[in-house]
């Protein structure tokens, strides 16, 4: 029976949030050669920011929601409100078309985004 409970692995809305924030990140970056190599690459790119900017969002709303019941440290709440301050500058950058700004702030977003999801998972 104990070994059941421990093989269930459950995953907690704030991993969750992470990990899709995590994957439309990576998903940009996709998009983004798609961008440069086919005629429908700027819609996927343009459609891909608004998820990536709501999946932030989600984030800081499930970082809230963590913190609120449990009475922990608000320090997640933190991490998700740079990420969305940072997404809010990236979107404002591609559409004023700086890729010299845009294109290291999404490699530095989807890095710390894959830092911060190892350190959501590395907890129990």
């Known amino acids: ?44 790119h343009s459609i891909g920011a608004r998820v990536m900017w709501g999946a932030s969002l989600l984030y800081v709303l499930a970082a809230v929601l ?21 997404a809010s500058v990236q979107v404002v950058l591609g559409i004023a078309h700086i890729p010299s700004v845009h294109l290291p702030l999404g490699v530095l977003m989807f890095g710390l985004s894959v830092l911060a999801s190892a350190r959501r998972f590395g907890r129990p």
Do not use: C, D, N
């Not at 439309?24 to 005629?39: E, N, P």
């Not at 963590?66 to 940072?86: E, N, Q």
């Open 66 to 86: 963590a913190w609120k019941p449990g009475g922990g440290s608000p320090r997640p709440i933190w991490h998700a409100s740079g990420f969305l301050v940072l």
């Open 1 to 44: 029976m104990a070994t059941q409970a421990t093989a269930q692995r459950r995953f907690s809305f704030l991993q969750i949030a992470i990990t899709l924030q995590t994957l439309t990140i990576f998903l940009q970056a996709a998009s983004a050669g798609l961008l440069l190599t086919s005629s429908y690459g700027e819609t996927l």
